[in-house]
């Protein structure tokens, strides 16, 4: 792949699959090589640059490797990563970590709509705010957000935790399912059957596991919980002027 | 008692037994109907359909002699790996959840004896699934359970559902009664809910951003495998075009009669169109994007027979799935269950609700007892059985056309019985020169 550049020594390296970082220049890769040497790495380190903006960059890894992304990544970026720890050192689009299973994504900017929806497991971290929906039906991911979140996060949230150190937006956990929301800041009106709940002593201690793992300081006391009521597991009659 | 209109008695037709049974039934409960199946009421069909066999101006082929070759390729548009079937008949996507783990293997048992595809559903992939199905299409849905990169990559092909038949526009549902511990824990939910599944995608709105997920799905799979759009009949000509748009391999449109595990009846009755209308909208919008027969075309909604599946392919379609059709094959409303129907308040060759759990035929429930009625591989000849009648009445017919494929069957094979179907279906009423909306 005349894209990637090796040193020397990482490229005699590289004929036992031991090389340490390789870079990929989008400004002459495509995204369909890069993606190609990712799901089948030679290398457990990466490093990507000149992505502005372009869609799926790293969509689909499924091996334990290190992706850092230097600059703006676009649409599902990281998307449905298992076992890698991605960097983008920048903002993100739409979905990115969308149905993540396992690893880390880390965003050193801000995330568009819909970050982490899905999500089954691992780790993302938005080191600024997240648009609208961010963890949309979330199902085991773990999501910490520096700043604030848009309207309608947490929709359908079915499991895992979200921790928002900034704002959230109206309609938050809207029928949420047993994700745990946590809230430093304000909170727009809540979605239907999402409410506050008891912070609890194993709340807080893994509120502060997750502020611990993201790399923030804050103390969870200065954070609130949010979860299910459990009114709308069954369907009612009564219901209807709910939604 | 005499029967009331022997009596004089007037039955009101907008106000008919029905609908009076309708409205005591919300009144008294408070809650309208939910169900499975498809719509019921009596639209435009493939029955309405006449072919014209050759005689003087078209030469027939022998039937017992001469080849009439059935099999479809899909998804060559951009996958390196495009499904090679036997037959043009696929098996359409139902949820494990919806149906029972022996349901799901028996129908993978069915169409892989006959070189055939199955196709997942609101629930993600079983095991007993992935490993009795030869060509297993999987199903990208808005709720995306069970939504799994590693699926993806063992999958043959992968569907985007923006929607079917049954209820366009509408998410799903599986009630508590069926949510049994495996269902929750492939679906991330808590066992014996109501479960409520989202009918927009959570991460793309509109067809610009149906373009980048294609893309991050072809990215995921590097390439290799097709990706179908599924769509309920509605605006079809704009929604096939829109799909082409953002790089469908292929189009799968799912009428009206199309079928469901559950949901509102009102959805059912009242939302969308008739397979019969969807077609020509379909082949319409292919053909002015110069993609008719390199973007693939399936349809689905009430194929019951080979003539159905041949008109369908008439009009056009490469290939139809089966649903309903399948579920009956593995023995759903079977007269042996005549008594049990009975007693849940149904009856055999009535029975609908799939939502409840108790089917006694083992076929949509997750009650273990009811469920092991089922022989998976007995069910599986069944289906397989099922399919070769309908591939080879459907050669049958192609063949009486004059055609060595029963891709080769046009619209020009066919005439229409009704007015109604004419103008639905683009072909001459019976007897005349006639297509009504089209010109004299």
Redesign the interface.
């Known amino acids: 792949m005349a894209a990637l550049s090796r040193s020397e020594a990482d490229a005699r390296e590289s004929a036992v699959h031991t090389v340490h970082t390789v870079t990929i220049d989008l400004a002459s890769a495509t995204v369909r090589q890069l993606n190609a040497e990712l799901h089948a790495p030679t290398a457990t380190s990466y490093e990507v640059l000149h992505p502005q903006g372009a869609h799926s960059i790293g969509a689909g890894i499924h091996d334990e490797i290190d992706v850092h992304v230097r600059g703006h990544a676009g649409y599902f970026c990281a998307g449905m990563n298992q076992l890698a720890h991605v960097v983008v050192d920048g903002s993100a689009g739409n979905g990115v970590a969308e149905n993540m299973m396992s690893g880390t994504v880390r965003v050193r900017g801000d995330a568009s709509q819909s970050a982490g929806a899905t999500g089954r497991g691992g780790l993302l971290v938005i080191e600024g705010s997240a648009s609208m929906r961010c963890g949309i039906s979330m199902k085991g991911i773990d999501i910490v957000v520096g700043g604030s979140v848009g309207p309608m996060s947490a929709f359908m949230a079915q499991a895992g935790r979200l921790v928002v150190c900034g704002d959230a937006g109206d309609g938050l956990g809207d029928s949420i399912y047993e994700a745990r929301l946590y809230v430093r800041g304000s909170v727009g009106a809540l979605g239907a059957d999402c409410v506050e709940k008891e912070m609890r002593e194993e709340h807080r201690a893994e509120l502060a596991e997750l502020l611990r793992a993201a790399g923030f300081d804050h103390d969870p006391g200065e954070f609130r919980r949010y979860g299910s009521a459990r009114g709308l597991y069954h369907f009612t009659s009564e219901h209807s002027g709910t939604y | 008692m005499k029967d009331p209109s022997e009596r004089g008695l007037r039955e009101s037709a907008t106000f008919d037994r029905a609908s009076i049974a309708a409205i005591q039934h919300a009144a008294r409960?408070?809650?309208y109907d939910i169900r499975g199946w498809g719509a019921k009421r009596a639209v435009p069909h493939f029955d309405d359909l006449l072919f014209l066999g050759a005689s003087m101006s078209r030469y027939p082929l022998e039937g017992y002699r001469e080849r009439c070759d059935t099999d479809v390729v899909l998804g060559d548009r951009h996958a390196t790996r495009p499904l090679h079937l036997d037959i043009p008949v696929t098996i359409a996507g139902m949820s494990f959840g919806a149906l029972s783990a022996q349901a799901k293997e028996a129908l993978g048992r069915g169409a892989s004896e006959v070189g055939t595809s199955t196709t997942t559903g609101d629930g993600g992939m079983t095991d007993e699934e992935r490993g009795e199905s030869k060509t297993l299409v999987y199903q990208l849905l808005p709720?995306?359970y069970g939504?799994?990169?590693?699926h993806?990559r063992a999958a043959d092909a992968i569907e985007v559902v923006l929607g079917q038949g049954a209820k366009p526009g509408g998410g799903g549902m599986l009630?508590?009664q069926k949510i049994s511990d495996r269902v929750a824990e492939m679906?991330?939910?808590?066992a014996g809910?109501?479960q409520?599944s989202?009918c927009r995608h959570?991460?793309?709105t509109g067809p610009d951003?149906l373009t980048?997920?294609i893309?991050?799905l072809r990215?995921?799979?590097?390439?290799e495998k097709p990706i179908y759009v599924k769509v309920g009949a509605t605006r079809t000509y704009y929604d096939v075009k829109l799909a082409v748009a953002a790089g469908a391999d292929v189009v799968v449109v799912d009428g009206m009669q199309g079928g469901t595990a559950a949901t509102q009846e009102v959805f059912i009755e009242h939302v969308g169109i008739p397979i019969l209308a969807a077609i020509p909208q379909a082949v319409q919008a292919l053909r002015e994007l110069g993609m008719h027969r390199k973007v693939q075309l399936i349809v689905s909604g009430g194929i019951r027979t080979g003539a159905d599946v041949a008109k369908a392919m008439a009009l056009g379609a490469d290939a139809v799935a089966i649903g309903t059709a399948a579920l009956i094959a593995l023995g759903d409303n079977d007269p042996q269950y005549a008594e049990e129907y009975e007693a849940i308040g149904s009856a055999a060759g009535y029975y609908d609700d799939f939502q409840d759990g108790r089917d006694p035929a083992g076929i949509t429930t997750q009650d273990p007892e009811l469920a092991g009625r089922l022989d998976p591989v007995e069910g599986g000849r069944r289906v397989a059985n099922y399919l070769r009648v309908l591939t080879m009445e459907a050669q049958t017919l192609a063949r009486a056309c004059g055609k060595a494929h029963v891709q080769h069957l046009e619209p020009e094979d066919l005439v229409a019985l009704t007015i109604e179907a004419a103008a639905m279906a683009r072909v001459p009423l019976a007897g005349t020169s006639w297509i009504p909306g089209i010109g004299s």
């Open positions: 409960t408070g809650v709720s995306r939504m799994n990169p590693d993806l009630l508590g679906r991330t939910l808590p809910i109501d409520r989202a959570p991460d793309w951003d980048i997920k893309g991050e990215e995921i799979t590097d390439w």
